[in-house]
């Protein structure tokens, strides 16, 4: 069984101290580094480019890191994330015009690929590629910002997906990305999921050892 990942991300920490956010958060026993890239065309906002993450692994941030491409067309920033120093790289597949390529380029450049579903985006895109894919990324709220509230029916999506990976044998992992906190992490994770992005909840802590710890023993009660 593939170990629970917990993944804050960084479009809610304090931005002008980035360097030191990663940090802390990495210290307080953060598995990896959520990177939330918006292009203010494919979602309504806009963030961070690679040479911010260039600049976190030569501040000596040495936990990988999770690029959540929402943009479009993605092909030139796989590029330029993975040259950054990405280990996990998803984007949408509405995005890019020739999916699997887009995925052959992740997975050529030896990262992990992940694949994003909105909320109302059918588990049907997954099915000539899943095999292809490290890991399956769902959206719980729309895309675009932080601190939005967890869309309940995400969790049968998951629990479809979840059986359907088992069914065929694979060992693909399910990501949850939106309005994750201590109160539903257990429910997610009961659902199938084994890695959860939690922004605010762990950000907008006063202690981030505390937040992760409790998210890891609500965790500890599924398995
Ligand atoms: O990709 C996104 C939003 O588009 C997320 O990664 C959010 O940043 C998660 O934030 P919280 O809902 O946990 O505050
Ligand atoms: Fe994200």
Do not use: C, W
């Not at 998803?90 to 450049?109: C, M, T």
């Not at 694949?115 to 894919?133: I, Q, S, W």
């Amino acid at each position: 069984m593939k170990p629970y990942l917990i993944a804050p991300s960084i479009l809610a920490a304090d931005l002008a101290r980035l360097g030191e956010e990663v940090e802390n958060v990495a210290a307080a026993g953060a598995d990896i580094i959520h990177f939330d890239v918006m292009d203010n065309h494919y979602v309504p906002n806009l963030t961070f480019g690679p040479a911010i993450l260039e600049a976190l692994i030569k501040y000596g941030i040495k936990a990988e890191f999770d690029v959540h491409l929402m943009v479009e067309p993605v092909d030139d920033l796989i590029n330029q994330f993975a040259d950054a120093g990405a280990s996990y790289i998803s984007f949408h597949p509405e995005a890019s015009k020739h999916v699997d390529r887009s995925i052959s380029l992740i997975k050529d450049k030896g990262i992990k690929a992940g694949l994003v579903l909105n909320p109302a985006t059918p588990l049907t895109v997954l099915d000539h590629v899943l095999h292809k894919l490290d890991f399956v990324l769902f959206m719980s709220v729309n895309p675009g910002f932080g601190g939005q509230s967890f869309i309940p029916h995400t969790l049968d999506k998951i629990k479809t997906l979840k059986a359907r990976i088992d069914e065929l044998g694979l060992d693909t992992r399910i990501e949850v990305d939106g309005g994750v906190k201590t109160n539903n992490i257990a429910e997610v994770a009961a659902a199938g999921a084994d890695m959860f992005v939690a922004g605010t909840a762990i950000f907008g802590a006063d202690d981030y050892t505390v937040a992760i710890n409790e998210m890891r023993s609500e965790l500890a009660k599924v398995r």
